[in-house]
C-alpha cells in the first residue's frame, strides 16, 4: 500500500476502462495469458462479484494489449 502502488493500479484502470472493461477483468485476463498459469481462482462473498468473476474470463488479451500492460508494469 504504498504511493507508486496506487498510482500503478490507477494506470492500469484507466487503461482497461478506455477498452470497456474494469481492473477485475484486466487482471485475470492477464493472468490467463500467463503460459503458466493453469486456472485462476478468485474468491466471492456476493453473488454479483461471482457474476463480475465469470464475465472477466471472456477478455482474452491480444498481444498489442499484453505489451501495453506489460509497459504499464514496468514504470512501477
Not at 504511493?3 to 490507477?10: C, D, F, K, S
Not at 494506470?11 to 503458466?36: F, V, Y
Not at 486456472?39 to 463480475?52: C, F, L, R
Request: proline content about 1%; overall charge negative; aromatic content about 6%.
Amino acid at each position: 500500500m504504498t504511493e507508486a502502488n496506487y498510482t500503478l493500479v490507477e494506470k492500469l484502470s484507466t487503461w482497461a476502462q478506455e477498452r470497456g472493461h474494469t481492473i477485475n477483468e484486466l487482471a485475470h485476463a492477464w493472468l490467463m495469458a500467463r503460459p503458466q498459469v493453469v486456472s485462476v481462482i478468485s474468491g466471492a462473498t456476493k453473488v454479483a462479484q461471482v457474476m463480475d468473476n465469470a464475465k472477466a474470463g471472456d477478455w482474452l488479451l491480444e498481444v498489442d494489449e499484453l505489451v501495453e500492460v506489460t509497459a504499464i508494469l514496468e514504470t512501477a
